[in-house]
């Protein structure tokens, strides 16, 4: 660019000449040197303004138009996945302690109709009953020829019938791929394992969302995408639960008892390794919920963890253990079990009457003496009674890992009297259900230490705080082997695998208060072997008669004692515990004399 | 000079522009093939999955107590009892293998019949 000189010196020179003001020259070009410098600043200002404008309203028109797109477009799995993204999105599977499969999916159609891309409505309906004959087809031409749109016409339908609806050929009758829960085992462990329902659903896809069991307290676990591929592996042992639930089924009806249930516990980890409640159900095909009548009567409760019952004597060990921790007797000490015993005005009494005259305390036990554990009772008190049930977990309902065993919560006296005390150690008064009983007696197995059920296989034993030591349990597993070995549990003897237990009939109570004269719950508590406990066994029968003598004879002792026998045989080498002759204790020797 | 850049900058510019179309369609048909990979094994897996919900369903307890009923008289199965574990005791040592023979001895019958006797 030439630019103007600010004092041209022709126009001076000329200005000079009239006598005018050269300054105002060099002035005036100044202002017009100013004015076109601001008239490109101006240009040039503007010029980026509108670059500028263009370029943001560009960006913006691109998000705007983006985000239009996405709104309006179908969502898609974005194309790449990161390696290692799993792939199958279906619920995780169930299985056992040695990977056997306890719950899978299956992949099903369901059925469903666009009436309005139907041929012939009447054709079609006429078909789908010929495929299923419990359809309504009058309903189905009414819905067909109808105002609506859509319906479904079954949730789940088998590759055959899928075929069979094919072949009616109607292009309004549309499947919808469906993920199943499959129990392949029928019902074995259907109380553990629940069942599972549909939760929303769709043409493409419905969530299986479980309804009971550990298929609902583990269902976020489930559901999680991440866990497709790691299946939840439970404690139970599929070999042993299918033989408890044979043995305990024939004992059931030997018995002629209404119900039956059964709990084998580790005694080191607290995995329950064989889990059966009677009568049981097909989760395949799981029934609805009672509506009338005594929901306990249903087969879908658990009577292991939601069956709160008084257990009646098997609790008396927990008595004997507690006053030799107490160190208030020893297993030798003598306790006069003589009447009458009066506590609170109440008059307590022994089976059928009898009188034992003075017991040791391994006699009472093994005698099975309401009188002289009530004693024992009374001398520990009720605070450290209280304390020592709690620490034993029979103050709250079972941690197992499924949705019902939170509402298996013990039932404990509103006060806590001399008599409460007195009942609860021979087991009346306070109701528990039979997990609790299992827990209490794996703490006595264990040397002393409180374990969790738990449903979940475990890495090493999981022993809880010390509650009692290790010789309090250590005379009560004596006393529980001499209950077998010679006491009212005789026929629990299994040769080579010492059981050690205690027997237990309570009488039901009627639901307006009072007992039933011939109604009991018969229990028989188990360790085995007795004198290195590895498993602890509960069989408990609901309403048992055994009726090969005289009169029908109601006692555990003839009834739930040789069903826990029977199962005890059956399972126990399946558990790969092997038979054994019982080690002799060593003669203590203090002076040997030699010749 | 300042041409000749020019000319380079266009070139590569171009260039790069050739090389990230091509590297796209690349991208989209590696994407295509994973997905149809994807797809294989997705398949794959609900077979497997039904495979074993079979075998699981084939090896129930209920219908293996039933077979081994059924063919209760050939292969005689009962079920596990306590006296069926044995002591390593009981089992015999595999017989000790014969000795090598070092100095074999040649027997033959071809002079049998020129035997006098």
Not at chain 1, 410 to 419: N, V
Not at chain 2, 15 to 41: P, V
């Amino acid at each position: 660019m030439i630019r103007t000189p600010l004092r041209p010196l022709a126009r001076i020179l000329e200005a000079r000449q009239k006598g005018e003001n050269p300054d105002a020259i060099e002035r005036e070009n100044k202002r017009i040197r100013h004015e076109q410098m601001r008239d490109s600043a101006r240009l040039r200002a503007e010029g980026r303004l509108f670059v500028l404008g263009a370029f943001f309203f560009c960006a913006f028109a691109v998000v705007g138009a983006r985000m239009g797109l996405l709104a309006t477009t179908e969502p898609v799995e974005p194309r790449a996945h990161a390696p290692g993204a799993v792939i199958s999105a279906s619920r995780a599977d169930i299985v056992d302690r040695n990977g056997n499969i306890l719950a899978t999916n299956f992949d099903t159609h369901a059925l469903y109709a666009q009436p309005k891309h139907m041929v012939d409505p009447v054709a079609a309906a006429e078909g789908l009953v010929k495929v299923f004959p419990d359809l309504d087809e009058e309903r189905l031409i009414k819905d067909f020829t109808g105002t609506r749109k859509f319906l479904w016409i079954k949730k789940k339908i088998s590759p055959e019938q899928k075929q069979a609806v094919h072949d009616i050929g109607d292009p309004g009758l549309l499947f919808a791929p469906r993920d199943m829960r499959l129990y392949p085992n029928g019902s074995l462990a259907a109380h553990v394992l629940g069942g599972a329902s549909y939760g929303k659903e769709g043409v493409h896809a419905a969530e299986v969302i479980g309804v009971a069991g550990v298929e609902k307290y583990f269902d976020d676990y489930l559901r999680d995408p991440a866990n497709g591929n790691t299946p939840l592996q439970l404690s139970l042992d599929l070999t042993v639960q299918a033989a408890a639930e044979r043995v305990l089924w024939g004992g059931m009806k030997l018995m002629n008892a209404k119900g039956a249930t059964s709990v084998l516990m580790d005694v080191k980890t607290g995995e329950v390794v064989s889990v059966v409640s009677l009568p049981t159900f097909d989760p395949n095909n799981r029934p609805r919920p009672a509506t009338e009548g005594d929901a306990s009567d249903s087969p879908l409760f658990n009577r292991s963890v939601q069956g709160v019952y008084e257990l009646g004597s098997v609790f008396k060990i927990f008595a004997a253990a507690q006053a030799i921790e107490l160190g208030l007797v020893n297993a030798d000490t003598m306790i006069d079990t003589k009447g009458p015993m009066k506590v609170g005005g109440f008059k307590i009494g022994e089976f059928r009457g009898k009188n034992y005259g003075t017991l040791s305390v391994a006699d009472i036990i093994v005698k099975s003496s309401n009188r002289g554990t009530g004693r024992m009772a009374l001398q520990i008190g009720i605070k450290r009674q209280q304390e020592f049930l709690k620490s034993l977990g029979f103050f709250e309902a079972t941690p197992f890992e499924i949705v019902e065993a939170a509402g298996g919560k013990p039932l404990l006296p509103k006060r806590w009297t001399d008599l409460s005390s007195v009942t609860i150690s021979y087991g009346h008064g306070l109701s528990t259900s039979p997990m609790h009983l299992a827990a209490g007696y794996a703490a006595i197995a264990n040397g002393g230490y409180r374990v969790s059920p738990t449903l979940l296989k475990q890495e090493g034993p999981k022993l809880g705080p010390r509650v009692m030591s290790e010789r309090a349990a250590r005379d009560a597993r004596t006393m529980l082997r001499k209950v077998v070995s010679k006491g009212t549990a005789s026929f629990g003897e299994v040769p080579g695998y010492h059981v050690g237990g205690k027997t237990g009939t309570a009488d039901k109570p009627k639901p307006r208060g009072g007992y039933y004269k011939d109604k009991t719950l018969a229990t028989f508590a188990s360790i085995f072997p007795a004198h290195d406990p590895k498993y602890v066994l509960i069989v408990t029968l609901d309403e048992p008669v055994e009726t090969s003598g005289d009169k029908p004879r109601r006692t555990a002792g003839w009834t739930a004692v040789p069903v826990a026998a029977e199962m005890i045989r059956r399972i126990a080498p399946l558990l790969g515990v092997r038979p054994t002759v019982e080690p002799v204790k060593e003669p203590v020797i203090t002076l040997t004399s030699s010749n | 000079m300042r041409a000749i850049l020019y000319i380079l900058t266009s070139l590569a510019v171009i260039g790069l522009a050739f090389w990230a179309y091509r590297e796209n369609y690349a991208t989209q048909q590696a994407l295509g093939e994973a997905d149809k990979l994807h797809q294989n094994i997705r398949a794959a897996h609900s077979r497997l999955a039904v495979l074993k919900a079979e075998w699981a369903y084939q090896n129930r307890p209920e219908r293996l107590r039933d077979l081994a009923e059924i063919n209760f008289e050939r292969l005689g199965l009962l079920p596990l009892h306590p006296d069926q574990f044995g002591m390593v005791d009981q089992v015999a040592y595999p017989p000790a293998p014969l000795l090598p023979i070092t100095d074999p001895i040649d027997v033959s019958s071809a002079a049998a019949k020129e035997d006098p006797l």
